[in-house]
C-alpha cells in the first residue's frame, strides 16, 4: 500500500505545480517540487501519521496527502480559470492514476494462467496487487480532495463560482478545515459518502 500511496500523493502535487507553472506561475518549479521525488512532497502528519491513525482505527478508507506545492494564484495568467485549472490537476492526475492501473490491473489479471507457479508468479502477482491498491488509494484521493471544505481542492474550485463577498467569507472556513474534515471522519459521515461513489467506480476499473 505504500508504494502506489506515496506515487498518488506526489503526483496530486506535481501536477498541481506544472498546471501553475503552465498557467504563468514557477513557485512550485523554483522550490523544487516539479520532480516525482517523493521525498520533496512528504508530510509527517499526511504522509505518515494520518494513514497509520485510519489503519490501526479500523477506518474502510485509507488516505494521505503530502505537502501542498506552494502556488501563488495572483501570477496566474488568468485568476480565476487558473485557480480552477490548478485546483482541479491534482485530481484529475489522481483518476488518470486510477484509469492506467486498473486498465494494467485487468490486464494482468486477465493473463495470470500464463505465469502461474512459474518463476514470475510471485513478482507479477505482487505487480498485480500494487495496481490494485493504486487503484483504490488514487480513487479515494481523487474523491477525497474534491469535498467542497476548505483546504481541500473542492472547496478552491467552489469558491470560483460564487460571489466575491461569499468567496471572503468561505475563505475563512480553512482555518478550521482540518477540524470538520476529522470530525466527518470521527462520525463515519464521510466514509459512507465517499464509499457510496467510489466503490461502483473501483470495482468498474478493477473489472468486477
Known sequence: MIIPLLFAVTIHEVAHGYVAYRMGDNTAMLAG???????????FIGSFLLPL????????IIFGYAKPVPVNFANLR?????VIYVSSAGVLANFACAFIS????QFLLSLESLWYNSAAD?????LIL??????????????????????????KIFAMFLPL??????????????LI??????????NKIISFVINPLINFLLGK
Open 78 to 82: 488568468d485568476y480565476r480559470k487558473g
Open 165 to 178: 463577498n461569499l468567496r471572503r467569507q468561505y475563505a475563512r472556513l480553512e482555518r478550521f478545515g482540518i
Open 181 to 190: 474534515i476529522f470530525f466527518l471522519l470521527m462520525t463515519d459521515f464521510l
Open 122 to 126: 510471485y513478482i507479477v502477482s505482487t
Open 53 to 60: 491513525i485510519l489503519k490501526f482505527t479500523g477506518s474502510p
Open 130 to 155: 500494487i495496481l490494485g491498491y493504486s487503484v483504490i488509494i488514487n480513487c479515494v484521493l481523487a474523491i477525497f480532495n474534491l469535498i467542497p471544505v476548505p483546504p481541500l481542492d473542492g472547496s
Open 102 to 105: 486498473g486498465m494494467l490491473f
Open 33 to 43: 517540487r516539479l520532480t516525482l521525488n517523493p521525498i520533496k512532497h512528504l508530510d
